[in-house]
């Protein structure tokens, strides 16, 4: 008899549940009785404390049996499974962050793996606040529901979208479609994985040729410092949990920048700590003209895929960090209609850039990027590794 203390409940066998070698009885008792695992959590839930091993173990238990009843194809287990996450689940502030995780992950399998009719009546009610955990499940879900192009024309669903910009909840400001500058959201081209080295970014991008009037309008620059600007260009690092602090830097020029100068050359002279030590290594830093729809897919996915210490996000979020985290490279305003600051990337000017420099490893995920307003008075650098220095 297995007396591990973190699987309390019993399943059709008598044996406990919760363990990674039950999945397939959780499978089957999702879907023959999932009531009986809705019980089974119920109870966990009701006795659990908050704090300590014993809520840390509840929450591991009962974001399982949400995650196996989500990806369970029927509408009980979809009531089931959101009611786990958003109305039973520990919500004390010691398990806070992981019950968030869990409501966004438990509402990227349901929008994966649930007919659209199944979901429906999930939104037959609609809230009274944005704060509630029940809500919050909602709003993720319908997040994911865009992401793959469902649930915009249903009645209920459109109707909770707008209670939610009523009540100013921060997923409202989603688009119920992808536009076509997310093309690139969620989809894995085979041999189009992370760049890793300077000729995979040469490969995939057009290089721009070093000039001496780059370097000369870089000594030029000066910096402007803006602490919550750089911190939501960073977001979907930070939230992803990437193993370094990024690097965003703002700079300024005393005239407009030729195009043609933008370039490597420019960025060398900058005081970046990502080109610190750039020429002492074998091999050159290299900068390739890129687009809006390459950087925004990049920032989602940092959030999505998560670090490797890190947490993924889920889709909605992942989503709304990256919107954010482009508009703060262009210096607009957050609250911006996402198709205006898509039709403004236009007018910015795009780079990728990579260095044989301490900052950049080659080998986990290196990411690099300036920009370039307008008025080429302006030019915004933001850089970020998930690779552990110290490890």
Request: with cysteine.
């Amino acid at each position: 008899m297995d007396d591990n203390p973190e699987a309390p409940v019993g399943g059709a066998s008598g044996r406990p549940l919760g363990e990674p070698s039950d999945t397939a009885e959780l499978r089957l008792l999702a879907r023959s009785r999932p009531e009986e695992l809705y019980a089974a959590a119920e109870r966990l839930c009701r006795d659990a404390p908050d704090g300590g091993p014993e809520g840390a173990a509840a929450v591991r238990i009962v974001g399982r049996f949400a995650a196996v009843l989500a990806e369970t194809r029927s509408r009980d287990c979809s009531r089931f499974a959101v009611d786990l996450v958003g109305r039973l689940l520990p919500v004390g502030p010691a398990r806070r962050e992981e019950a968030e995780l869990l409501r966004r992950s438990v509402a990227a399998k349901l929008a994966g793996a649930q007919q659209l009719s199944d979901l429906t009546p999930l939104f037959a009610e609609l809230p009274d606040t944005d704060e509630d955990p029940s809500t919050e499940v909602r709003a993720c879900l319908l997040g994911e529901l865009a992401l793959i192009g469902s649930g915009r024309g249903r009645p209920a669903l459109d109707a909770y979208a707008e209670r939610l910009r009523e009540l100013g909840h921060p997923l409202a400001v989603l688009p119920r479609t992808l536009l076509d500058v997310e093309h690139r959201f969620t989809v894995r081209v085979r041999g189009l994985g992370r760049v890793k080295t300077s000729d995979q970014l040469r490969a995939r991008f057009p290089e721009i040729s070093p000039t001496e009037g780059g370097a000369a309008a870089g000594r030029a620059a000066g910096r402007t410092p803006d602490g919550p600007r750089a911190r939501t260009a960073a977001r979907p690092f930070t939230a992803g949990g990437w193993a370094r602090a990024s690097e965003v830097r703002f700079f300024t020029l005393p005239r407009p920048l030729d195009p043609d100068d933008f370039n490597i050359s420019f960025l060398k002279e900058l005081p970046l700590d990502c080109l610190a030590g750039e020429g002492t290594r074998r091999g050159g830093a290299v900068a390739c003209r890129t687009t809006p729809d390459d950087v925004l897919a990049t920032l989602f996915a940092a959030a999505y895929d998560g670090g490797v210490n890190g947490s993924a996000q889920g889709g909605a979020y992942s989503r709304l960090y990256a919107w954010h985290s482009l508009c703060a490279l262009m210096g607009l305003p957050t609250d911006i209609p996402f198709l205006e600051a898509a039709g403004q990337a236009l007018d910015h000017r795009w780079l990728r850039f990579m260095a044989f420099a301490d900052w950049f490893h080659h080998d986990t995920a290196d990411v690099a990027f300036a920009v370039l307003d307008p008025t080429r008075t302006r030019v915004t650098v933001l850089a970020a590794t998930d690779t552990d220095v110290d490890g």
